[in-house]
């Protein structure tokens, strides 16, 4: 995200992106801080970029690239990438109708939890009612998903 965006812009559910960012960045960064000098705006970002950028994961799964930034859950702020991918997040998404499909590397079924696809989330409908109108990204033919 670059500066003009986080001074201006607004989430889908109408929070402005500064709010948020402040939120996440004194939860990681404790102090005061100056929203109203710019300079001091920029500072706080590349911080905070710099942060998640060197943040060791220990995570065993890996998106696909195509999947790079996409919403934790639907309606979600967070973006998922491999950087901030977390097991928690990746469980999140394997919950979901045909959840594999997002993932190139997943751990072996012996060594990590595996996700509960028995109850979908009430509001995604359920596989067998997604019609050809309604397809998701990953299920064309020229795509295989990763059996585990």
């Given at each position: 995200m670059d500066i003009a965006t986080l001074t201006r812009g607004?989430?889908?559910?109408?929070?402005?992106y500064l709010e948020v960012f402040l939120r996440?960045?004194?939860a990681i960064f404790p102090g005061p801080l100056n929203p109203q000098c710019p300079r001091c705006l920029n500072q706080y970002l590349q911080q905070y970029k710099n942060y998640?950028?060197?943040?060791?994961?220990t995570c065993r799964y890996?998106?696909?690239?195509?999947y790079e930034n996409i919403p934790l859950q639907e309606g979600s702020d967070i973006l998922i990438n491999n950087q901030n991918l977390?097991?928690?997040?990746?469980?999140i998404l394997l919950n979901q109708p045909n959840g594999v499909r997002y993932f190139?590397?997943?751990p072996q079924p012996g060594n990590a939890p595996v996700a509960d696809n028995t109850n979908p989330p009430a509001d995604v409908p359920h596989p067998a009612h997604v019609n050809e109108d309604t397809q998701l990204l990953g299920e064309s033919e020229d795509l295989e998903?990763?059996?585990?």
């Open positions: 607004v989430s889908g559910k109408g929070e402005r996440a960045y004194t998640i950028t060197t943040m060791e994961t890996r998106l696909h690239e195509c977390t097991d928690a997040y990746a469980l190139a590397e997943m998903p990763n059996q585990p």
